[in-house]
Structures are given as structure tokens and as C-alpha cells.
């Protein structure tokens, strides 16, 4: 006789239960729509008050100020990146002098508010103008721009200094291990096992540090240099108008997204040999 085993049809999952309505939700509501009413408030006051004539005269102001922006941040970042190249090797450095000395580098610069930095370069420096003459520096120190552009290389170079060094110092002693097994000379292991290593933990940091420059470079707008943000006081104290600012943080915001998406798809594609 025959045993026929009847199994039984493949049924849908029991539905979740529903969730509790807790004091945290009502208030994450109320929150969710106040600034759901602000946003939607903000952008109805901005369609009600536009003039084409304004955006018109004031908007390849704009654009001119985004370019300096840019070339500003971009500038600071490739020379600060290789500025802290020498800085971190010293922080890691067994010489204690030197270590001491870059210690004291990164502690003044990651210390101190970036517009404090910006003055003492700008107005400090300033103060010593017969010595700078004297010393044929002088052409330098008496750009805005220059000094600007100074300013934000040494503090990012503070800033890619501690990245780089915590990354490389994050990866594994086994790499060290096995580069030394196979004879590759040190400085042939650093560059071609431990830095790619190192730079790829470091990728992530690296994009908030160029964001946050790309933010912090709006108070070079107070030392006269005509960026982004020095562009649109200008329009302001011609115009009086409010939206001279939205305008501005628009472009902000939307520099900051395009940043952001491309950074992600470079460092999905740069670690995609880890993921399983």
C-alpha cells in the first residue's frame, strides 16, 4: 500500500502587526509637516516674487562666482593633498621632534575656526607689509585671493594629513608581513600595496573633506574675494532682495549633490573587488 504525501500550497506570510502610534511618531509627524508647510511656503514665495530682470543682470554674476569657487576649493585640495603627504609621514614618523612638530600643525589647524586662520593670514600678514616688501613676498600677501587660496591648503592639509594617516594605519600588519616575504623593498610596498589600501579606506573621508571646503569657502566673501557667495552680497546690496541668497544656497546645494553622487559611484566602483 502506498503512502501518497499531499503537501500543502505555499501560503503568504502572516501581515505584520500593526505599529504601536507612539508619542515619537506623532511628533515626528507634526515635525515632517512643518517643514513640509516651510518648504512648500519658501517656494511659493519665491515663484510669487521672481524677476526675470533681476536673474538676468545678476545671474552670470552668479556663474562667475561659482567658477571661483570651484577653482578655489579645487586649487586648495590638490595642493593641500600633496602638503599632507610630508605631514603625515612625520606624524608617524619615530623622530619625536618632527612628530611633535606635525602634531602641533594639525592641532593648530584642526583647532581653529578656518575665518581665524583666514584673518591672521589676510590681516596678520598684512600688518607686516614693510617686511614682505623687503623680502619681495609682498606681491603674494596682498591678494585676496592668494591669501585665500594659502589658507584653505594649509587647513585641508591638516585635515588629509589625519585621513591619511589613520588609513594607513588601518590597514592590516599582514600586508606589511607579506610585501616584506616576497622582498619588495619599503618604498616599493608603500606605494604599489599599502597606500592603494590606505586610499581606498580613505575615499569616504576624503569626500567630506572636499564638501566641507566646498561649504567653508563662502567667508572668503568677507576678505573681497568675489566667489560665490561674494557674488550674491554684492546682488543683495544692490537688490535687497531675499532671494539673491536662496539663489545661492540652491547652487550650494546643488554642487554638494552632484558631489556627493559622483563620490558614490567612484568609491562603489573602486571597492566593488570587496563586495560579495
Known amino acids: 500500500m502506498s503512502h501518497v504525501t499531499t503537501l500543502l500550497p505555499p501560503q503568504a506570510p502572516p501581515p505584520a ?7 515619537g511618531r506623532f511628533f515626528g509627524n507634526i515635525f515632517l509637516g512643518v517643514w513640509l508647510a516651510l518648504t512648500v511656503g519658501i517656494f511659493m514665495m519665491m515663484v510669487e516674487g521672481w524677476d526675470p530682470e533681476k536673474f538676468t543682470k545678476y545671474g552670470p554674476n552668479y556663474i562667475s562666482g561659482l567658477g571661483v569657487t570651484l577653482l578655489l576649493v579645487s586649487l586648495s585640495i590638490v595642493l593641500g593633498g600633496l602638503l599632507s603627504l610630508p605631514i603625515a609621514f612625520a606624524r608617524m614618523s619615530k623622530n619625536k621632534a618632527l612628530s611633535w612638530l606635525a602634531y602641533g600643525y594639525v592641532y593648530f589647524f584642526r583647532g581653529t575656526p578656518l575665518l581665524t586662520q583666514l584673518f591672521l593670514v589676510y590681516y596678520g600678514l598684512g600688518s607686516f607689509s614693510a617686511e614682505l616688501k623687503a623680502w619681495g613676498l609682498w606681491w603674494f600677501f596682498r591678494d585676496a585671493w592668494n591669501c ?22 588601518s590597514v592590516a600588519r599582514g600586508q606589511h608581513e607579506g610585501a616584506a616575504a616576497l622582498g619588495l623593498p619599503k618604498k616599493v610596498a608603500f606605494f604599489k600595496v599599502i597606500l592603494p589600501q590606505a586610499l581606498i579606506v580613505a575615499l569616504r573621508p576624503y569626500g567630506n573633506e572636499i564638501i566641507l571646503m566646498i561649504k567653508g569657502s563662502a567667508i572668503v566673501a568677507i576678505v573681497t574675494v568675489f566667489d560665490l557667495m561674494g557674488e550674491t552680497r554684492r546682488a543683495f546690496s544692490r537688490t535687497f532682495d531675499y532671494q539673491a541668497y536662496l539663489w545661492a544656497a540652491l547652487l550650494y546645494l546643488i554642487i554638494v549633490e552632484l558631489l556627493r553622487n559622483v563620490w558614490a559611484w567612484l568609491e562603489a566602483r573602486l571597492t566593488r573587488h570587496l563586495k560579495r
Open 17 to 23: 502587526p500593526p505599529k504601536p502610534f507612539t508619542a
Open 148 to 169: 585665500a587660496l594659502l589658507t584653505f591648503t594649509l587647513n585641508t592639509a591638516a585635515y588629509q594629513a589625519e585621513i591619511l594617516r589613520g588609513a594607513i594605519e
